[in-house]
Structures are given as C-alpha cells and as structure tokens.
C-alpha cells in the first residue's frame, strides 16, 4: 500500500475515476488509485488556487523583511491559467467522486440480489 505523507510535487493525472501518480524519486512509473484514493489525493492536495507557498528561496535581508520570489505582476493570462488548473481540479473532484457514487449504487445493487437470492432459499 503507498502511504502518501506529502503531496508536494506529485504529479496527479485522472482517466476514468482512476487516478494515476507520478512520484517525483520514481519519474518513470505511474502508479493507478481509485476513486477514494483520488479524493484523498486531490484534498490533500489542495485546489491549485489555495496551495501554500513556500517562503525557502526567497531573500532575507533583514529579520523581519524579506524579498518574496513569489511576488509577480498579476495579468489576465496567469488568471485565465489559474482558472483552468481550478476548473481541472474541480472536475477531477467531481469524477472522483461520481466514480465513488457508481461503485456504491453497483454495491448495492448486488446485496439487493443476494437479499432477493436469500429470501427465494428461505421460502423453498
């Protein structure tokens, strides 16, 4: 079982309520995960818009300043590539999820037979 302690630069692709993982020490290989893993990854992670950012590169000159590596001229294309990696992730989610739902309904849909099979032997 791959226990995920952090999420930091894990590259997560989703196919068909399945999520695929790239490690970032194992960069050749993929590694699939279900729908549930796909929720906890993808909340985990964090919408793209609300990650945090790290403060490592950026230069202390003084003890309580420091010039931000992160600071940047917001423009309409950084919005827009914002947007797209919020919409990416909101479907991914919603898949994810709908993925969840569907192994539910076809779970349940098998105990309703086995109850059905249960009460024709009783009867007999």
């Known amino acids: 079982m791959l226990m995920l302690k952090s999420t930091k630069n894990i590259m997560p692709v989703v196919k068909k309520s399945l999520l695929m993982v790239q490690l970032p020490n194992l ?29 490592t590169n950026c ?25 797209e990696a919020n919409a990416k992730y909101d479907n991914a989610l919603k898949e994810a999820i709908r993925g969840v739902q569907d192994s539910v309904t076809a779970i349940n849909e098998h105990m309703e037979e086995v109850r059905y099979e249960i009460a024709a032997l009783e009867d007999d």
């Open 27 to 55: 960069p050749n290989k993929w590694y699939l995960a279900y729908p549930s893993t796909t929720i906890q990854v993808l909340k985990k992670a964090g919408r793209p818009s609300e990650q945090l950012v790290s403060h």
């Open 59 to 83: 230069k202390f000159e003084k003890p309580m300043e420091h010039e931000c590596v992160h600071v940047c001229e917001i423009t309409e294309a950084a919005g827009t590539e914002e947007a």
